[in-house]
């Protein structure tokens, strides 16, 4: 059974920086697409980043191109995301997904989720 275990949301001041985690364990994940969803209170889950676990590609969001970074350690099989000059608007909670196949930005298409970690920023 696949299972994303996410960590390192907490609460920061804008122009930090945060890592997130995401655990992956279940089964061998050189084919899937990993990727990072935020949703704030109100609005629907958006796409932050993705990486294809065999190569590494990245796909990002406009919104966080150029401050976040996403990242997988095949030895950990773990992907992370570093976020970095943290604004308010960033405030969500962030969900790990995998889907197997290529990265999309429709997270309807990611059969596999985490519980999510919050990431507050605070102005």
């Known amino acids: 059974q696949v299972q994303l275990v996410e960590s390192g949301g907490g609460l920061v001041q804008a122009g930090d920086s945060l890592r997130l985690s995401c655990a992956a364990s279940?089964?061998?994940?050189?084919?899937?697409?990993m990727g990072w969803f935020r949703q704030a209170p109100g609005k629907e889950r958006e796409f932050v980043a993705a990486?294809?676990?065999?190569?590494?590609?990245?796909f990002y969001a406009d919104s966080v191109k150029g401050r976040f970074t996403i990242s997988r350690d095949n030895a950990k099989n773990t992907v992370y995301l570093q976020m970095n000059s943290l604004k308010p608007e960033d405030t969500a909670v962030y969900y790990c997904?995998?889907?197997?196949?290529?990265?999309?930005?429709?997270?309807?298409?990611?059969?596999?989720w985490g519980q999510g970690t919050q990431v507050t920023v605070s102005s």
């Open positions: 997904a995998a889907r197997f196949g290529t990265a999309v930005v429709d997270p309807n298409r990611y059969a596999y």
């Open positions: 279940g089964r061998t994940f050189t084919r899937y697409a």
């Open positions: 990486i294809i676990w065999r190569g590494g590609s990245t």
